[in-house]
């Protein structure tokens, strides 16, 4: 069945038990998942097994970033794990993405989507031109969209900020995943550029990656509801 919701929640756990237990509370009718970089260090693929064993498509999130060769085969072990998306660093380059993309079209029915992570929604201005980068978060996303495309990438990371000029630039169907989603109210936290579920989706982001605004909710069943009605998904 596929999942008409464009949530994913953000898994973000140092055990198993605790990724899990937030799994069994939520629906693969209602949200898809994402395992980062904490849960897989912990964890490893029994995280992918328990989460597909659930009925869960899964976004691998571990943003490779190394040379060709390394992440080609690390992107190909991925989607033989069966995982639903994912990613890389479109700063590794134009030829390191194309090693990435030619390792899934190896791939016999291959459904794994590879997507390139631009700027992180962490990052404003300021943390760009620290790490000599004298460009917008805007202009620098666009650039590395742009080359993530002609790289042969599905799709990008970006902030929803960043979507209707990618979706205008690139097309509707370059796929644009996009974390740094607050409902009205929510906190913050790390992130700095922002958009609320209902302005990113009017923006042309096709996934919305919600972690803390779901995880650490009183409620959690009840904040991701609340977040699908604001959108209109009917399940
Ligand atoms: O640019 C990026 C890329 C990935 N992320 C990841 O998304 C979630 C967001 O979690 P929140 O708690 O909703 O802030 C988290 O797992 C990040 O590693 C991102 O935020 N920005």
């Known amino acids: 069945m596929t999942c008409q919701s464009p949530i994913v929640v953000a898994l973000d756990y140092p055990t198993i038990e605790q990724a899990t237990a937030m799994a069994k509370r ?21 995280i992918l097994d328990q989460l597909h064993t659930l009925g869960f498509d899964v976004f691998l999130d571990l943003k490779f970033h190394d040379i060709p060769n390394t992440v080609a085969a690390a992107v190909s072990v991925a989607a033989k794990e069966g995982v639903w998306m994912v990613n890389v660093h479109a700063s590794g380059g134009r030829r390191m993405m194309e090693a990435s993309a030619n390792a899934l079209s190896a791939i016999q029915d291959n459904k794994t ?69 607050r409902p009205v109210g929510a906190e913050q936290g790390d992130q700095k550029r922002i958009m609320t579920p209902t302005e990113a989706m009017s923006a042309g982001s096709h996934y919305l990656v919600m972690g803390r605004p779901i995880t650490r909710a009183q409620d959690p069943i009840q904040a991701l509801m609340s977040a699908n009605n604001e959108l209109g998904v009917v399940i």
């Open 26 to 46: 939520l629906d693969p009718a209602l949200c898809r998942v994402k395992v980062g970089k904490e849960l897989f260090t912990k964890v490893g693929p029994a």
């Open 113 to 181: 989507l590879l997507i390139a992570v631009t700027v992180l929604t962490s990052m404003d201005q300021s943390d760009l031109l620290e790490v000599g980068i004298d460009l917008t978060p805007q202009e620098h996303v666009m650039r590395l969209a742009a080359l993530a495309k002609q790289s042969g990438m599905d799709g990008v990371v970006c902030s929803a900020q960043e979507s209707s000029m990618l979706a205008q630039k690139l097309g509707s169907d370059f796929v644009l995943v996009t974390p740094g989603i």
